[in-house]
Nanobody
Framework: VQLQASGGGLVQAGGSLRLSCLVSGLTFDDYAIAWFRQAPGKEQEGVSCISSSDRRPYYGDAVKGRFTISSDNAKKTVYLQMNSLKPEETAVYSC????????????????????WGKGTLVTVSS
């Protein structure tokens, strides 16, 4: 199983980036895919999750209204469109999978996710 995050980079405050999480080695439709971020010296933070089957989105309070999660089942890819980025959102963004809905994500049980991918660095300059 592989989850490959990409799309990070340097952006100015107020700018936008789109991250991608390419999933392989599992039945895509059976898994919820979540995005997390970890800033230097801080704990892992749940950003967003999209559930399996109905693809219902979930968002952390800090990103509601600015970030949009979506999926392309044919490409087995989940996207995170990030708008109006802030310097404090500089972090390594990673994607992870859990079977079924976004249950563990919603409970904050991040390390209980079934699979994790390596992250992509997002740097937001002021």
């Amino acid at each position: 199983v592989q989850l490959q995050a990409s799309g990070g980079g340097l952006v100015q405050a107020g700018g936008s980036l789109r991250l991608s999480c390419l999933v392989s080695g599992l039945t895509f439709d059976d898994y919820a895919i979540a995005w997390f971020r970890q800033a230097p010296g801080k704990e892992q933070e749940g950003v967003s999750c999209i559930s399996s089957s109905d693809r219902r989105p979930y968002y952390g309070d800090a990103v509601k209204g600015r970030f949009t999660i979506s999926s392309d089942n044919a490409k087995k890819t989940v996207y995170l469109q990030m708008n109006s980025l802030k310097p404090e959102e500089t972090a390594v963004y990673s994607c992870a999978a859990e079977k079924g809905g976004c249950t563990r994500y919603s409970r904050g049980n991040y390390y209980g996710m079934d699979y994790w991918g390596k992250g992509t660095l997002v740097t937001v300059s002021s």
